[in-house]
């Protein structure tokens, strides 16, 4: 179809996006989540799993979120350059945003840092957070990633020495055993490695993206197995799965530098997209 779209369809159509991202799972997600419930022996942790699962069956059944925290709005789009809205894509967006908060509904969680006064809508200064990237192309692909609070409070940053490389799983390790049950697991793990201090965030929150059905690399294979014989389980009451998977992205950095990055993801890592534009 044409890149040509009516500001009121992309509004639209990004507000159901973000109703799909809050209610239905991907299936990869739901299926990673079924063979942790298959494999785990502890009761306690499987009952929990039956728990998660039951809640991602009712919720999109009923259309409801599933989870009481909406997060806040988070947003990658891969912008093609020849796709020409004829609009301002970002005004669109955080309009949407609005629209979607009343409708779905969301949960306001936008507040100002310091005067934490509340917008009420789920927008704001910087929110909601956009992360554009320009490719080749006439299409556009968004992607809406929703992130609550307790699995992001979770997440850590740490400026390492170039030296330090056999320090990233440990410190990978120290981040999940300091959260233990607060982020609602079993979790997704994304690292970043290298760019710059925000480069490397920015890469971690990206690794969450991927399908968790990926095959990982062999350092990604060691992470999660370090992680999985901690013990912490489902909501950290015991049990063999903390994590699903562990997803590494990296990037050059300077010489004098090791930027390393853990973006946590709780039990629902939500994402939904669309793509507007015609087909290459």
């Given at each position: 179809m044409s890149s040509k779209i009516s500001r009121e369809t992309f509004i639209r159509s990004i507000a159901d996006l973000l109703r799909k991202a809050e209610i239905e799972l991907p299936d990869d997600v739901v299926d990673a989540l079924r063979k942790a419930e298959a494999?785990?022996?502890?009761?306690?942790?499987k009952s929990q799993l039956q728990a998660i699962l039951k809640n991602i069956e009712l919720a999109k059944n009923h259309a409801v979120p599933m989870c009481q925290d909406t997060g806040i709005m988070i947003?990658?789009?891969?912008?093609g350059n020849e796709f020409q809205p004829g609009f301002d894509l970002e005004a669109a967006i955080k309009e949407a945003v609005t629209l979607a908060t009343v409708e779905v509904p969301l949960r306001p969680n936008a507040v100002d840092p310091l005067s934490r006064k509340n917008s009420g809508d789920n927008t704001g200064s910087g929110i909601p957070d956009i992360h554009w990237k320009l490719v080749p192309g006439k299409q556009l692909k968004i992607t809406a990633a929703p992130k609550g609070a307790g699995s992001e409070n979770m997440s850590s940053l740490r400026m390492l020495n170039p030296t330090e490389t056999g320090s990233i799983k440990n410190f990978v390790l120290e981040t999940v055993v300091n959260a233990g049950g607060m982020p609602c697991p079993p979790l997704t793990i994304g690292v970043g490695i290298g760019g710059s201090f925000d480069a490397a965030a920015r890469l971690a929150k990206e690794a969450l993206l991927e399908p968790l059905d990926a095959p990982m690399n062999e350092f990604e294979k060691e992470i999660l197995n370090a992680v999985n014989a901690l013990g912490i389980g489902c909501m950290g009451l015991g049990g063999s799965t903390t994590a699903l998977a562990v997803h590494v992205k990296t990037?050059?950095?300077?010489?004098?530098?090791?930027?390393?990055?853990?973006?946590?993801?709780c039990w629902a890592n939500r994402h939904?997209?669309?793509?507007?534009g015609e087909v290459e």
């Open positions: 494999i785990e022996e502890n009761q306690v942790a947003f990658f789009a891969e912008l990037a050059h950095c300077h010489t004098a530098s090791l930027p390393v990055a853990i973006n946590i993801q939904a997209s669309i793509v507007f």
